[in-house]
């Protein structure tokens, strides 16, 4: 067998692949997606450099949780859980210089502080309207006078 059927072979499975991984992202975010609540929220891993070590993702409201799934990712399951009951909403500000490139346009960068450290998120503002309700509407019972540890 010639060398350009072998070279084309291997475009070919590799064409496959690409196109088996896109089949699985849209899959995968049809059942992300299938429960409802989910917005674009971007979430910082590493702020060792300013405006670096953001991901994007998608948010998911699931009961007393906030869960984040990354975009490329095949993992049915969230990357990370916050729990209502452990975020305190510290502020927001605009995205500035590298951030404006990483996330996505007009989003806000907001900052929450959790028992093991501070949170940065980014959304847009109608999904911070909406976080911003879903911290407050808490259960019954809950200390809204606490202060972050």
Sequence with gaps: MPVW???????????????????????????????????????????????RGWLLGLGRYSGESLEWFRYFSLSPRPKRVLQRSELVYAGRRPAEGAEQMSLYPDHVVISCTTPRGVVELAMSPASLMGFQSWLESGPPGTDWTRTPR
């Design 5 to 51: 059927q072998w070279l084309l072979d291997a475009a070919g499975v590799l064409l496959g692949i690409v196109l088996l991984y896109g089949l699985g992202l849209v899959l995968r975010r049809r059942f992300v997606s299938r429960h409802g609540g989910t917005f674009e929220l971007s979430y910082r891993v590493r702020s060792s450099k300013a405006g």
